[in-house]
DNA sequence: TTCCGCAAGTTAAACGTTTAACTAACGGGA
DNA sequence: TCCCGTTAGTTAAACGTTTAACTTGCGGAA
């Protein structure tokens, strides 16, 4: 019998050590008594034949599973992966197998691959909405696979959701700024049909107001900008012009850098720029980066202990977590020049 | 009958439709000929039904299925899973979904997840091995899956592989600096017990020895480094300092770049800096950063359909496919000082 | 009419587990 | 001696599919 644990089944290891399929089963799962030398034989065999457990038959026989699915827009963002990488964590911790799938921007898609997961009777899901409509919760509901929603909130929801405090963010950002003793902020958004771009929107230009700052002046860049966000350029020159940039995502901090550095402007001499997302390569660029560092880590953690919990049944209320952002202040941003004040 | 898809099985559905079980399978599968009217009939009670098949089971019966496994020492790095999102593309598009477990550095834990991965009896897996010496080659050879190894190659292996041509890249980068007159060069290394790495670093010396060069120093930093490679900057100065540092690493390019504006060189002007990886980041920096761009999703694409031919049984005998780098020269690349050279 | 073939459905076995229910053997207390 | 409890192990059903083999009914060719 050669060693092929994909074709060994517990019923060969059951004849080739003599006993019943049961009593290996028992001997795996350490549920019942085994005397020390039918354990120890069927312990050989299976080591010699190679064995390993079907989860497809475990899985079918029991019910319950352990694999948790986690549907995020894209698999090329850092963001989300390094929120998949301490969802991975956490998994590996407490046994279970987390199956991945990425929906990219089209809510077609989004549904197919959602449910292609719950084919998989997955014990729990943890959902990055692709947007926030999120017409998919109705089929997660009506699957009553328990689940907690990440980062990009639904409009209406009775799930758990986990996501970050935008509008603190987004106070702590302009109250920088302003403290520093910048008037006119340009801010620069991928897209405002997303709610959590929305918080971050709102809370600055709350800010300004109570400050009685003049009102910033929000770009929409969209997703895609190969060279440059669409509009920058203009928008930061002419009457009225910013001292300041704030970028609300971490590929706008990117796009807004290399406009900013094509376009011939000092940062901060000409121009401050306040990032989002805390990546290495925000240290290393001269100057460094200053940036809102959202907790990704906590993201997924505190994600998944709700998961946890609705999995063990705790029939609480939905809850919705907000996490806070820290400001990093770093070399990007300074006092505008005095012919910028006024 | 609440929708509850969790709950829901063939056999209800049968029942609700009034036909046997088989008939509902050959609908979902497509696979006998049923009348029109019972095929509207049944396709309707799935649908009030909620009705979603149950992978398990399926796997169960069916032996084959349609899981790949990707193995990847780590989530944290872009590199990493960048290749997954390739990978992740082409398996949606065969109708696969992948499970992703991440390895660490461990090579025990890359036992345990790959043996929670060959428990799921994929019909295949994808390995980015933690070290090259890949002591589970011998677990996977044992299954009977087949499996093809990414990026970093096993020092024997009888499998597919598919990694890049380090050779190249390192070639075309020697070739590069030493174009613009650069003498002395500085090799900046993760670990040499990696080997694409020690490729990397033979193809460079390799370049100055046929050109007559002095031999470039390497410098070996390991993979963590908060505050900049250690030695790196002790390494810059002296006598035969280098005019050109040559990161091997994504991480490492980070590093240095930082560690070199911290030192106060002026990049490209007092010192050269090639870099590995081609981000979005190293175009939003000043200057932008003269770099190797490894073809990622060629990487993952390829290593799909190597495994898919795999899957379908060619027998063919084990490929190592090679895939070319391409540097992309931008500011950070200039001829050394005149008192540099020497 | 008889028989054959085809179309449309059904029956039942099988996949690899887990586990409740059962059996066998053995000692010890009354 | 009889009975009971415990321990160690076995038997068999069940989970939700797929599919080979079978049944039934019908139309047409001989």
């Given at each position: 019998?050669p060693?092929?644990p994909g074709?060994?089944s517990i019923r060969?290891v059951?004849e080739?050590?003599?006993?019943?399929?049961?009593?290996?089963s028992?001997?795996?799962r350490?549920?019942?008594?085994v005397?020390?030398?039918?354990?120890?034989?069927v312990?050989?065999t299976i080591?010699?034949?190679?064995y390993?457990?079907?989860?497809?038959?475990m899985?079918l026989r029991?019910?319950r599973?352990?694999?948790?699915?986690v549907?995020?827009?894209?698999?090329?963002?850092?963001f989300?992966t390094?929120?998949?990488?301490s969802?991975?964590?956490c998994a590996?911790r407490?046994?279970y197998d987390?199956?991945?799938?990425?929906?990219?921007?089209?809510s077609a898609l989004?549904s197919?691959?959602?449910?292609?997961?719950?084919s998989w009777r997955?014990a729990?899901?943890?959902?990055?909405?692709?947007d926030?409509?999120?017409a998919?919760?109705?089929?997660?509901d009506a699957s009553?696979?328990?689940?907690v929603?990440l980062?990009?909130l639904?409009?209406a929801?009775?799930?758990?959701?986990?996501a970050?405090?935008?509008?603190q963010a987004?106070?702590?950002?302009?109250?920088?700024?302003a403290?520093?003793g910048?008037?006119?902020?340009?801010?620069?958004?991928?897209t405002?049909?997303?709610a959590?771009i929305?918080e971050?929107?709102a809370?600055?230009?709350a800010?300004?107001?109570?400050?009685g700052?003049p009102?910033p002046?929000?770009l929409?860049?969209?997703?895609?900008?190969?060279?440059?966000p669409?509009?920058l350029?203009?928008?930061?020159?002419?009457?009225?012009a910013?001292s300041?940039?704030?970028?609300?995502?971490n590929?706008?901090t990117l796009?807004?850098?290399r406009?900013?550095?094509?376009?011939?402007y000092?940062v901060?001499?000409?121009m401050s720029?306040?990032?989002?997302?805390?990546?290495a390569?925000?240290?290393?660029t001269?100057p460094p980066i200053?940036?809102i560092?959202?907790?990704v880590?906590?993201?997924?953690?505190?994600?998944w202990?709700r998961l946890?919990?609705?999995?063990?049944g705790?029939g609480?209320?939905?809850?919705?977590?907000r996490?806070a952002c820290?400001?990093?202040v770093?070399?990007?941003?300074?006092?505008p020049r005095?012919g910028?004040?006024?």
């Amino acid at each position: 019998m050669p060693r092929r644990p994909g074709k060994v089944s517990i019923r060969h290891v059951a004849e080739a050590a003599g006993v019943s399929v049961a009593t290996v089963s028992n001997v795996v799962r350490g549920r019942k008594n085994v005397s020390d030398a039918v354990r120890a034989r069927v312990e050989k065999t299976i080591d010699t034949l190679g064995y390993l457990p079907n989860r497809a038959a475990m899985q079918l026989r029991e019910g319950r599973n352990r694999i948790v699915g986690v549907l995020v827009p894209s698999l090329d963002n850092p963001f989300f992966t390094a929120i998949i990488a301490s969802i991975e964590n956490c998994a590996r911790r407490d046994g279970y197998d987390i199956i991945v799938a990425s929906a990219g921007e089209d809510s077609a898609l989004a549904s197919s691959r959602l449910k292609a997961l719950l084919s998989w009777r997955p014990a729990g899901m943890i959902v990055l909405p692709n947007d926030d409509c999120f017409a998919d919760a109705g089929l997660l509901d009506a699957s009553g696979v328990p689940y907690v929603v990440l980062d990009r909130l639904p409009g209406a929801s009775v799930a758990d959701t986990v996501a970050v405090d935008n509008e603190q963010a987004a106070t702590e950002i302009a109250a920088h700024l302003a403290g520093l003793g910048h008037r006119h902020m340009l801010v620069v958004a991928t897209t405002l049909s997303l709610a959590n771009i929305r918080e971050r929107c709102a809370g600055i230009l709350a800010y300004c107001a109570r400050a009685g700052l003049p009102e910033p002046r929000v770009l929409e860049v969209g997703h895609h900008f190969e060279d440059g966000p669409p509009g920058l350029t203009e928008a930061l020159a002419g009457a009225n012009a910013p001292s300041a940039v704030i970028a609300l995502t971490n590929s706008i901090t990117l796009g807004a850098l290399r406009c900013l550095h094509q376009s011939g402007y000092a940062v901060p001499g000409d121009m401050s720029l306040v990032g989002y997302d805390d990546y290495a390569w925000m240290r290393a660029t001269l100057p460094p980066i200053t940036a809102i560092c959202q907790p990704v880590d906590a993201l997924g953690a505190e994600g998944w202990s709700r998961l946890m919990l609705r999995i063990a049944g705790e029939g609480t209320a939905p809850l919705q977590v907000r996490l806070a952002c820290t400001l990093v202040v770093r070399g990007s941003t300074a006092p505008p020049r005095t012919g910028n004040l006024s």
